[in-house]
């Protein structure tokens, strides 16, 4: 189909529909394609800071590349191709970014080129910087295999920067994403680590300045990995690149894309992604290793019981520890006690002795901590020896085990 530009008989919110329902499949802030993704993100990792409601303004939704899972795909039968002028999309961006109040993400499909798309970006950046005056946050794509002096260039107009790496396995990208690849991933993901660096270590007062962050999205089931798989690559993003965060969407195949004969339909369900965006915060926030977390023995996070409670009853000989004595990085172990509640008790017990009462005083939930602890020798939990009673305790209601069920890689997902 013909390549069109949105016109100005649409309406600023006709474009903005359309814009977001073509974005949805970039899912980092903004709004998430089934709706829900975003509130699990935000659910699942309170008190690390929440990502940004920062909307999505989409340059084009007539992509050259041709990834199975993508409603912009070129082999897509798509009612209406668009490209939206740069100067155009702006004024959009500075709007939404107003209107909202948290700033603004610009992305877009692949059109013709991933270079020829990353100056459209880059103009647009220019066009919010230098003439509209912008000085809010605005997030920019990064496409695939951008020249190495596109990706400085656009770093030096946004605050932060995104590529996608999508898949958890290397082969991933010639099963569902055939245009992709390592190189074209990792290899700008690498630059803008390098210069978000030397940018900290080097940048002065007169020092050229640069985004500040980087962060990518990493879709869980578009090869029948494990959660073993996901959060193991997700710790190494982490360590090598040092990203921010690491978005996490449910990969979904319906029907057939060209291109693409033979690839199962697929569609993983979503309670998954609020189990890796907790499990996320134990690996960035407690101190949790992927192994520990998703061990040999259950490499799928549970579906009734969040990833650190699970870990806690697997770990039961660890169990209890005496909250008057125990560590910070003992604390922060047990299901009920966070970051914030560990340092609670550790001020707390400065002016004496802590008992049950006090941990209820002090807003700590005994339906969750109690079976992990004691308080001054007094141990009221259900009983360490009891792995199953304790399952059931501390099972997320609206997610036991047989409602909805869903299954993963061949095996029930519990």
Not at 53 to 60: E, G, R, T, Y
Not at 268 to 294: C, H, K, N, S, V
Not at 324 to 353: C, H, M, Q, S, W
């Amino acid at each position: 189909m013909a390549n069109v530009i949105l016109r100005p008989g649409f309406s600023l919110d006709e474009k903005i529909a359309r814009m977001q329902r073509d974005a949805s499949f970039d899912v980092a802030e903004g709004d998430a394609p089934d709706g829900d993704s975003l509130a699990l993100v935000r659910g699942a990792i309170r008190g690390r800071g929440a990502p940004p409601l920062a909307p999505k303004v989409f340059m084009s939704n007539d992509c050259l590349f041709n990834c199975a899972y993508c409603g912009c795909r070129a082999g897509a039968d798509c009612d209406r191709r668009y490209r939206i002028e740069p100067r155009e999309l702006a004024d959009i961006a500075v709007r939404q970014a107003s209107r909202r109040g948290q700033g603004v993400f610009i992305t877009s499909a692949i059109f013709k080129a991933p270079d020829y798309t990353q100056e459209l970006i880059i103009k647009t950046l220019r066009h919010i910087r230098g003439e509209m005056g912008y000085k809010g946050y605005v997030h920019a794509k990064i496409m695939p295999g951008a020249d190495p002096r596109l990706i400085y260039e656009a770093g030096r107009y946004a605050n932060r920067l995104s590529v996608n790496i999508e898949v958890a396995k290397s082969e991933g990208y010639r099963a569902i994403a055939k245009n992709k690849n390592r190189a074209n991933i990792l290899g700008p993901m690498g630059q803008i680590s390098e210069l978000i660096r030397e940018m900290r270590e080097g940048g002065g007062r007169f020092a050229p300045r640069f985004a500040t962050s980087q962060c990518t999205q990493l879709m869980a089931g578009s090869t029948g990995e494990d959660d073993f798989t996901i959060l193991n690559l997700s710790g190494a993003l982490y360590r090598k690149y040092r990203l921010s965060r690491v978005y996490y969407t449910a990969f979904q195949y319906a029907g057939q894309a060209a291109g693409y004969d033979g690839l199962p339909e697929r569609k993983t369900p979503t309670w998954r992604m609020q189990r890796l965006y907790q499990a996320d915060r134990l690996m960035q926030d407690y101190g949790f290793g992927a192994e520990e977390i998703a061990p040999d023995t259950e490499p799928y996070l549970r579906r009734d019981v969040d990833p650190k409670a699970a870990w806690a009853i697997r770990n039961a000989s660890r169990f209890p520890i005496e909250v008057n004595r125990a560590d910070y990085e003992a604390l922060i172990r047990v299901p009920g006690i966070g970051v914030t509640f560990a340092k609670r008790i550790l001020e707390a017990r400065r002016y004496g002795r802590l008992t049950h009462e006090s941990l209820k005083a002090l807003g700590i939930s005994a339906k969750r901590s109690a079976h992990f602890i004691t308080c001054g020798g007094k141990y009221e939990g259900a009983g360490l020896d009891r792995p199953q009673t304790l399952l059931e305790l501390m099972a997320d209601p609206s997610k036991r085990a047989g409602e909805d069920a869903h299954t993963i890689g061949g095996k029930a997902c519990r």
